[in-house]
């Protein structure tokens, strides 16, 4: 449904008051139009800049869940990497007790 009236020719008009009236009306149409069109624009405007947060929110959550899982892996691999460490230190002391130099056995 349109609130705006067409636009007509002044030229049917007599008086200076109904050419003041007539020009009146088409400036309230004119804004209207404007009006109209500015609303639109900001719908618009508004539906690009929600689909962008919503974009960038589900981009942040993959980002999270990815940095816990690189935390998780992160800690399993140096409690893996001190546990062979403990082993390597057991195993040269099995060979070489009485020295701290770390020559391989054979």
């Known amino acids: 449904k349109q609130w705006y009236q067409r636009r007509v020719r002044a030229s049917h008009l007599k008086t200076e008051e109904e ?19 500015s609303r639109k624009r900001k719908k618009e405007y508004l539906a690009t800049i929600e689909a962008k947060l919503s974009l960038a929110t589900q981009h942040g959550s993959m980002l999270a869940s990815e ?35 770390q020559i391989p056995c054979g």
């Not at 050419?19 to 069109?37: D, F, G, P, T, Y």
């Not at 899982?69 to 390597?88: C, G, P, Y």
């Open 67 to 101: 940095n816990s899982r690189l935390r998780k892996d992160t800690e399993s691999l140096e409690s893996e990497n001190k546990l062979l460490r403990e082993a390597l230190d057991r195993l040269n002391y099995l060979c070489y007790p009485t020295s701290h130099l």
């Open 19 to 37: 050419v003041r009236n007539w020009k009146k009306q088409q400036r309230m149409i004119k804004n209207r139009e404007s009006a109209c069109l």
